[in-house]
T-cell receptor
């Protein structure tokens, strides 16, 4: 079974704090992703990584950065948390199956910034 | 660019009813198509997929057929249960490109 884990299910942080969200996958997948999910806005891609030490901006990278020092771990960093970053954060990894890819998600981290 | 359109929710059905959630897509070439399900408070789970025209994906009683001529991938289930209450997302990808999601359809099944 593919397993993607996220460090916390619920997190409460104060405005201005530096926040780390960790994601680990145990299937040696090369590609990993960070999304945020908000009511009425669906899933929006923040950053993704095709391999170790590689990162690409998604659709809404402002206010976020990422780190991928090891293949299994992809971290999302909020340098200075703000209330508009209160959201559900979803990590995903994917692997190639023939000509297609299958993407698997972690359980999500619900972050509240007060 | 590529896009996915799902039927608007919420959808409310009684237990044992027949379910259809419509999904149409816009893409050049031959994308792979997926249905994901998200239970309350959880991440998304891959429900089923199809990678070429006329393929049928199936899992847990759910089915969807890749229809190239109508650019559709409608999700169906013959008899829904209360435990099927969730948000369902249709998605597509082409090659190594990122997944493109529909907006999601919330399904509620009443006993």
């Amino acid at each position: 079974d593919v397993k993607v884990t996220q460090s916390s299910r619920y997190l409460v942080k104060r405005t201005g704090e530096k926040v780390f969200l960790e994601c680990v996958q145990d299937m040696d997948h090369e590609n990993m992703f960070w999304y945020r999910q908000d009511p009425g806005l669906g899933l929006r891609l923040i950053y993704f990584s095709y391999d170790v030490k590689m990162k690409e901006k998604g659709d809404i990278p402002e206010g976020y950065s990422v780190s991928r020092e090891k293949k299994e771990r992809f971290s999302l960093i909020l340098e200075s948390a703000s209330t508009n970053q209160t959201s559900m954060y979803l990590c995903a990894s994917r692997f190639r199956v023939g000509l297609s890819y299958e993407q698997y998600f972690g359980p999500g981290t619900r972050l509240t910034v007060t | 660019g590529n896009s996915v359109t799902q039927m608007e929710g919420p959808v409310t059905l009684s237990e044992e009813a027949f379910l259809t959630i419509n999904c149409t897509y816009t893409a050049t070439g031959y994308p792979s198509l997926f249905w994901y399900v998200q239970y309350p408070g959880e991440g998304l789970q891959l429900l089923l997929k199809a990678t070429k025209a006329d393929d049928k994906g199936s899992n847990k009683g759910f089915e969807a057929t890749y229809r190239k001529e109508t650019t559709s991938f409608h999700l169906e289930k013959g008899s829904v249960q209360v435990s099927d209450s969730a948000v369902y997302f249709c998605a597509l990808s082409q090659g190594a490109q990122k997944l493109v999601f529909g907006q999601g359809t919330r399904l509620t099944i009443n006993p």
